[in-house]
């Protein structure tokens, strides 16, 4: 006589949904959830990282690149001189008033809390914008200057569209290739911030050493 079918099966086979978990995604998405959050966090913190080095990098620089007039005027820069470069021209402020509104001719971009002002130098005309963060610039100063700050253009600056507008209320040159010197972005202005800089950093190694130190449950296994 057959007795095949009335043999036990041991224990584990008779209840498999017990000891076993179907493969897939959504299975090793169920398991590995704070693998998710801690990838997130990587990504999060990755972010900050990549921004903040550059910051930290134009902390560093030293004495700024020198644009004399006559290259800005040819529209031409020094050899190897670059979008973010720390330099620094020598000028007049040029604050002439509009003849319409009769104020100075000080192009204003300003949203939430700030606000940023622009103006020619008499010596470059338009080919050339200074950009003053949040403190209106001193109409009364008009002497020779040396303006530093980050090189950037008008096609670059922060708040794009608004800066277009105020440029236009104010008579100034729109031209997105026309080069801006950011006062207010200065590697003094960053190395008193490094600290900040350096737990952001710090933040983003933990992320990632949390990542690596904690096991993960492989995709097609328990």
Known sequence: MDTRDQQKLPDHELRPE?????PGLGAWIRRNSWLLVRLFMVMVFTFGASTTAANFSYGLEGEPLALSVEQLNNAELPPGTELGDYVEVTGTPDFAPDPESEQPRIAVSARYSAAYYYFRLEETGDNLLVQIAQTPPDVVETGEQV???K???VGTVIFHDTTQEGLEIAGLPRDESIPVI????????????FPAYSAIIGLWVLSIAWLVWRKNKPMLGP
């Open 18 to 22: 017990q000891h076993y978990e179907e």
């Open 147 to 149: 303006w530093r700050g």
């Open 151 to 153: 090189l950037a253009t």
């Open 182 to 193: 950011e006062t207010g972005d200065t590697p003094e202005y960053y190395r008193q911030i």
